[in-house]
């Protein structure tokens, strides 16, 4: 206990950007993987320390993903494609590991890159807008936005994440894996 030890890795056709952050859902990390755009999934389970790759989405239009987060225990990856449609792509894995799971819902309407931070309810998800400093909520049944004004935060921050409370340390780097 305590000792550091280089472990296997997993061979991609890319390496793991050293940027990305870390998604932690099914008691695992998981980063995009790719060398140019991100063409696979990695994950690492904290509990056998081992690493495996998880299907990716399948896209007949193939759009790059910009984003890849966790909303509610699932994986999403999610393409913003605001210069060809205004459109924000978000695909949701419903069920861990099994590549038919993924499920696509678009959202339309803003001239703005977003990513999703969270889902507060079933029809409302939370969304960070890129470069503005700001947070909205888009209603997926009304298809309409809203701004989300949190006093005295949001001007502080330039770049919103959510978080899974855990014990792996936030400072676990990816050269300590590799």
Not at 99 to 111: D, I, L, P
Not at 131 to 140: A, H, Q, R, S, T
Not at 142 to 155: S, T, Y
Request: aromatic share 12%.
């Amino acid at each position: 206990m305590g000792l550091w030890r280089r472990l296997e890795s997993l061979c991609t056709d890319g390496a793991i950007p050293s940027h990305g952050f870390a998604i932690l859902v099914n008691g695992a990390l998981h980063w995009l993987a790719g060398k140019s755009f991100p063409s696979a999934i990695v994950g690492f389970d904290l509990s056998d320390e081992k690493f495996f790759e998880v299907p990716m989405p399948i896209d007949d239009n193939h759009y790059p993903c910009h984003d890849f987060v966790g909303l509610r225990g699932c994986l999403c990856q999610v393409a913003n494609v605001k210069l060809i449609a205004n459109k924000v792509y978000v695909w949701i894995m419903k069920e861990y590991g099994v590549a038919e799971s993924w499920t696509k819902f678009s959202v339309t309407g803003q001239n703005l890159a977003f990513t999703p931070l969270c889902l507060i309810s079933d029809d409302d998800i939370v969304f960070d807008v890129c470069g503005e400093k700001k947070l909205i909520v888009y209603n997926k049944k009304e298809e309409q936005w809203r701004d989300l004004n949190v006093d005295g935060i949001i001007a502080k921050l330039a770049r919103i994440r959510t978080f899974t409370e855990s014990l792996v340390s936030p400072m676990f780097g990816l050269d300590a894996i590799f």
